[in-house]
């Protein structure tokens, strides 16, 4: 009977400690589950308003309430992409990248083709995040084309070929579109 009382003494202690483990962790991820629902609900509203500056305000808001939440994102970059404000774009995409890592390679990419829509168009800046989405995957077949095509503008013709090889070879028959590109840009660099 002292043995069990003994052991029962023993686990106070580990059940405190469990206690407050939970009682730590519930709280946080109500907190995140509430700023999930608060930031959708930011964004549901943007959505349907008419005023695009208090719109956008909402979608930025959101962004800052649940960094995760895709939705805040896609609507942000539409709404930048369709008035060619590629500035603004890019600070969407960045952020993205940094706040959701699963959708790092989409938010590379949408960078670059802001920085290349720019005018006049920042190349440099392009690639440099062309070439993070391909680190990040390399049979990326629309990261690859980016990489030859403005490695071919800047005059790199040998390493240009390599990436619309790779391009030409990654897209087969699944990126009828990429692969006709990659075709044509080989092509005008007299590698087909």
Same mark, same amino acid.
């Given at each position: 009977?002292?043995?069990?009382?003994?052991?029962?003494?023993?686990?106070?202690?580990?059940?405190?400690?469990?206690?407050?483990?939970?009682?730590?962790?519930?709280?946080?991820?109500?907190?995140?589950?509430?700023?999930?629902?608060?930031?959708?609900?930011?964004?549901?509203?943007?959505?349907?308003?008419?005023?695009?500056?208090?719109? @956008?305000?909402?979608?930025?808001?959101?962004?800052?309430?649940?960094?995760?939440?895709?939705? *805040?994102?896609?609507?942000?970059?539409?709404?930048?992409?369709?008035?060619? &404000?590629?500035?603004?774009?890019?600070?969407?995409?960045?952020?993205?990248?940094?706040?959701?890592?699963?959708?790092?390679?989409?938010?590379?990419?949408?960078?670059?083709?802001a920085y290349?829509?720019?005018?006049?168009?920042?190349?440099? &800046?392009?690639?440099?995040?062309?070439?993070?989405?391909?680190?990040? &995957? *390399?049979?990326? *077949?629309?990261?690859?084309?980016?990489?030859?095509? @403005?490695?071919?503008?800047?005059? *790199?013709?040998?390493?240009?070929?390599?990436?619309?090889?790779?391009?030409? @070879?990654?897209?087969?028959?699944?990126?009828?579109?990429?692969?006709?590109?990659?075709?044509? &840009?080989?092509?005008?660099?007299g590698a087909?």
């Open positions: 009977m002292i043995e069990r009382i003994a052991l029962n003494l023993r686990m106070v202690p580990m059940l405190a400690a469990l206690v407050f483990l939970i009682a730590g962790v519930a709280p946080a991820a109500r907190a995140d589950e509430s700023n999930a629902a608060k930031a959708k609900a930011l964004v549901n509203a943007a959505i349907k308003m008419t005023d695009s500056n208090a719109a @956008v305000k909402l979608l930025w808001q959101a962004t800052d309430i649940d960094p995760t939440l895709i939705d *805040s994102y896609v609507y942000l970059g539409a709404y930048y992409n369709s008035r060619s &404000d590629f500035e603004n774009m890019i600070k969407v995409y960045q952020k993205q990248a940094a706040k959701i890592p699963s959708q790092a390679i989409s938010a590379y990419l949408n960078i670059g083709e290349q829509s720019l005018s006049p168009p920042r190349l440099d &800046d392009a690639l440099v995040n062309y070439r993070k989405a391909y680190a990040l &995957d *390399s049979k990326n *077949s629309f990261a690859a084309l980016r990489i030859g095509e @403005v490695l071919a503008h800047q005059g *790199s013709r040998d390493e240009a070929v390599k990436f619309l090889r790779i391009a030409l @070879v990654t897209a087969g028959g699944d990126h009828p579109t990429i692969s006709a590109e990659a075709k044509r &840009d080989l092509a005008q660099l087909m």
